[in-house]
């Protein structure tokens, strides 16, 4: 769900600014008090009850690659998408590869349908087909498929107009190919829940004791349902354009035709795809423009990641995509690495999102310990010690570690997200990523 910039050059060496994050959160918030929690004995009894906590963030999302709302303020200070690109993957370059490559979107896994509630495809605007079947059927009329029986793994197919005339009716098993007679076709998954459930393409149902449907669809086609919904169609051009070439880029990189039944999610464990009825002329235009453009790393395409903000610093890949307990197990990828992305004046390109800078609730360290404890990987019992002092070069926490009448826990920064917003107060803000402190940051 986007040549280096003329403001600031990639640093290879960017720890110094964590010096300088470091130092400032020090100085504002008191001696480690940004970074770790944890009071002294009182009189060598028992340590004082930690004070309140509250934790100060910037960005939104992991921070790897392409910030969306970096990449609008960079398009609008007039850079163009290839230097914003260059920016958020350096050592990569621009080739073309074909627009009408085919991507694999699982629309829906595991359909149990029944003769009542039978999985159902409408053809929409003009006629359409399904392969093994010598007819054409007309716009609106409806397949429906069934089980023959409870857990049989042949199906009951019918074809019914508009209208409620049976067209056609036949016994099937394996795959079932809908397919539109012209580009003007698009297809409905009627059987999915959702107002957005038509698309361009063809159909693959896969029947065993459930259905799959995976929709098979040129990969600019594709585009057309993705990139007006990782990014708003209102903002500018040239962001529009980068967002284009790292969703092509992210999408053509996962394809592997020759195994399995599909290459992408139609969700967020891929780019979110919302089918015909999310394009907008805005975005089309983007994706006409640079059609086929992707990016590549020497003859590989890239791995274009993107997230919403980066609130001024991307982070190296090794940093974020680490254990549950935060050690390092990824390679560090060249075009991943972690730069600033502050203009001129410091402040950051991603200044209009929501998140640029949030905070959560405040909590007293036994309500943060009740939260926490709901959780095996962070429980710890009464809260002693919070320490938020390993992080990556961006700041981000690669991981936390927590102290308390149990014992002591490290885990990754990303674990004590997921284990906080599950289970923090559902009223409260969560944490949007992991690049947060016990003080704001600068």
Same mark, same amino acid.
């Given at each position: ?146 089980? =023959? &029986?409870?857990?049989? !793994? +042949?199906? #009951?197919?019918?074809?019914? %107009?508009? @209208?409620?005339? *049976? ?116 975005? =089309? &235009?983007?994706?006409? !423009? +640079?059609? #086929?453009?992707?990016?590549? %790393?020497? @003859?590989?395409? *890239? ?140």
């Amino acid at each position: 769900m986007l040549p280096t910039s003329p403001s600031r050059r990639f640093r290879s060496r960017p720890a110094p600014l964590v010096a300088l994050v470091v130092a400032v959160l020090l100085t504002a918030s008191g001696a480690g008090s940004a970074f770790r929690i944890a009071p002294a004995a009182a009189d060598g009894v028992n340590p004082p009850p930690l004070p309140d906590i509250t934790f100060f963030g910037r960005g939104y999302g992991h921070g790897v690659g392409m910030s969306q709302y970096g990449a609008r303020g960079r398009a609008l200070v007039g850079q163009l998408a290839p230097a914003i690109l260059a920016h958020y993957f350096p050592k990569t370059t621009l080739l073309t590869r074909s627009a009408t490559t085919t991507v694999r979107v699982l629309l829906l896994n595991a359909f149990a349908a029944t003769p009542a509630s039978p999985l159902t495809i409408v053809g929409k605007l003009s006629d359409w087909t399904i392969d093994g079947i010598a007819k054409t059927f007309p716009a609106d009329a409806r397949v429906t498929l069934a089980p =023959t &029986a409870s857990g049989a !793994a +042949t199906w #009951a197919l019918k074809v019914v %107009s508009a @209208t409620g005339t *049976v067209l056609h009716t036949t016994t099937v098993s394996g795959d079932v190919y809908v397919r539109p007679v012209s580009a003007n076709t698009v297809l409905q998954l009627a059987s999915k829940a959702t107002a957005t459930n038509i698309y361009r393409g063809f159909f693959r149902v896969h029947l065993a004791t459930t259905a799959i449907v995976v929709n098979h669809i040129a990969i600019d086609r594709y585009l057309r349902g993705v990139v007006p919904v990782e990014m708003p169609s209102t903002w500018p051009t040239e962001a529009l354009k980068a967002q284009t070439i790292a969703a092509r880029s992210y999408a053509l990189r996962r394809i592997h035709s020759s195994s399995g039944l599909y290459d992408l999610y139609d969700d967020t464990r891929s780019q979110v795809y919302r089918g015909w009825k999310a394009e907008a002329a805005t975005t =089309t &235009a983007a994706i006409t !423009a +640079t059609s #086929a453009v992707t990016l590549m %790393s020497g @003859t590989a395409i *890239v791995n274009a990641l993107f997230h919403s903000a980066d609130g001024g610093w991307t982070e190296n890949n090794e940093n974020v995509y680490v254990s549950p307990t935060g050690a390092i197990v990824s390679t560090p990828v060249s075009y991943l690495r972690g730069s600033s992305d502050r203009a001129p004046d410091a402040t950051s390109y991603d200044k209009a999102s929501p998140y640029a800078t949030w905070k959560t609730a405040t909590y007293t360290a036994a309500a943060m310990a009740a939260i926490l404890a709901l959780d095996p990987q962070t429980n710890v019992g009464t809260l002693t010690a919070i320490d938020l002092s390993r992080r990556g070069v961006s700041g981000r926490l690669i991981s936390v570690t927590l102290t308390g009448s149990l014992g002591t826990k490290t885990v990754s920064g990303g674990v004590f997200v997921d284990a906080f917003n599950a289970h923090r107060p559902v009223a409260d803000p969560p944490l949007r990523g992991t690049l947060f402190a016990l003080a704001p940051i600068p």
